[in-house]
């Protein structure tokens, strides 16, 4: 198999299997227990937050571990919106979040709550004046995320969180696909929240971080005893919060030399498809995107059938095309992509593991897919 679905999950890297052992057969302490089998299940909770933190240029007691980027975004959503209802009940995201975002955001509005959707152009990128323009005396956060998971544009943060400090409105980003590609320092972007996704870096599912700066609060999502200082309730899972710091760790020595790379390959691939598939259409920005993605569309055909005669490919589509019927995602849709160009749109994402030999083999099993659905 040729695995080009690395925006979906990563597989495990054998440096996180590695640390992941001694914590799975025999340091099984619960991180509160005052003797020395709990105590070292402590220090490795600790470093592991130490290793997230330093990834992100954050203090470590500003790392919080739970589940995942879902609970990451419901409680950051939910548990500000709870928190800050007396000051205020707008939120402000936009038309291409993940749905971890934009469903938290429903329920919300279903609640009382306000939500603004923001349009994004043709690119997918959010202009940071409809930010400002947005904004209401009752807005109490903003949430925008780093880089999209479908076609990798990179929002501009920077510019935003300009705008959320003048306004004194916290901000908040989804990160779980920029974390390990690009450098993601909390004080360069300007943000207040921002969540992390260990299958995202070659760490396990079922693991996340959730930046939280000092400052910054939140009404629980999992109210229980006072792990992770009163804001996420539950006994630690040491074994997987272990795993996320070594990959923390990974991901901060690879940084330098995995994004170039994964961008030689990505730009490789497109090359060979836009040379092999007239009218190939690239969905997003040349530029201003995650290096591992390539988001590229063959109009008049249906990404779902290129794929189906492909079982040694994995890779992703952008849109569920039934007949006449095209059901576009709601990223490409909120570009402004036209059905008969959204149809065929591939997801193609390059990862640690991906080789020159997979990208030529993917590209030329594309290409003769393409061409015999065309009927050439």
């Not at 057969?25 to 402590?42: F, H, I, K, W």
């Not at 925008?144 to 990179?154: D, K």
Request: glycine fraction near 10%; include cysteine; hydrophobic fraction near 45%.
């Amino acid at each position: 198999m040729i695995y080009l679905d690395y925006n979906a999950t990563t597989p495990l890297a054998p440096e996180v299997a590695a640390a992941m052992q001694t914590y799975i057969q025999t340091e099984y302490g619960n991180p509160s227990s005052d003797y020395p089998l709990g105590r070292r299940a402590r220090a490795a909770v600790d470093r592991a937050r130490g290793q997230v933190a330093a990834l992100l240029g954050a203090q470590p007691a500003e790392i919080v571990f739970l589940s995942g980027a879902s609970e990451a975004n419901n409680t950051v959503l939910k548990g500000v919106a709870h928190r800050l209802r007396a000051r205020g009940n707008h939120i402000i995201t936009t038309a291409i979040e993940h749905p971890a975002v934009v469903n938290p955001c429903l329920f919300l509005l279903e609640e009382g709550t306000d939500v603004t959707f923001l349009p994004v152009d043709g690119r997918g990128l959010v202009e940071p004046e409809a930010v400002r323009q947005a904004l209401t005396p009752r807005t109490i956060l903003i949430s925008v995320m780093h880089a999209n998971n479908e076609t990798g544009v990179i929002q501009p943060l920077a510019e935003i969180s300009r705008i959320a400090r003048e306004a004194g409105v916290w901000l908040h980003t989804d990160a779980a696909q920029s974390v390990g590609k690009i450098p993601v320092r909390v004080e360069a972007l300007g943000v207040d929240f921002l969540t992390v996704a260990g299958h995202k870096v070659y760490a396990p599912k079922g693991i996340g971080a959730l930046y939280v700066r000092s400052g910054c609060a939140f009404t629980p999502l999992v109210h229980g005893a006072s792990q992770e200082s009163g804001r996420r309730a539950g006994t630690e899972n040491v074994i997987l919060d272990v795993a996320l710091g070594e990959a923390a760790a990974l991901a901060a020595a690879r940084l330098e030399t995995d994004g170039p790379r994964l961008a030689a390959l990505r730009d490789r691939l497109h090359q060979l498809l836009a040379d092999g598939i007239p009218g190939l259409v690239l969905n997003g920005p040349v530029t201003q995107r995650l290096p591992n993605t390539l988001n590229v569309s063959v109009p008049g055909l249906a990404g779902a059938d290129i794929l189906a005669g492909l079982p040694e490919l994995a890779a992703s589509t952008g849109a569920a095309c039934h007949g006449p019927e095209v059901k576009l995602s709601h990223v490409l849709a909120a570009m402004g992509v036209p059905p008969q160009v959204g149809c065929g749109a591939l997801r193609l994402t390059t990862g640690r593991g991906t080789t020159d030999a997979e990208v030529d083999r993917a590209a030329a099993l594309l290409i003769d897919r393409v061409r015999a659905l065309a009927g050439h």
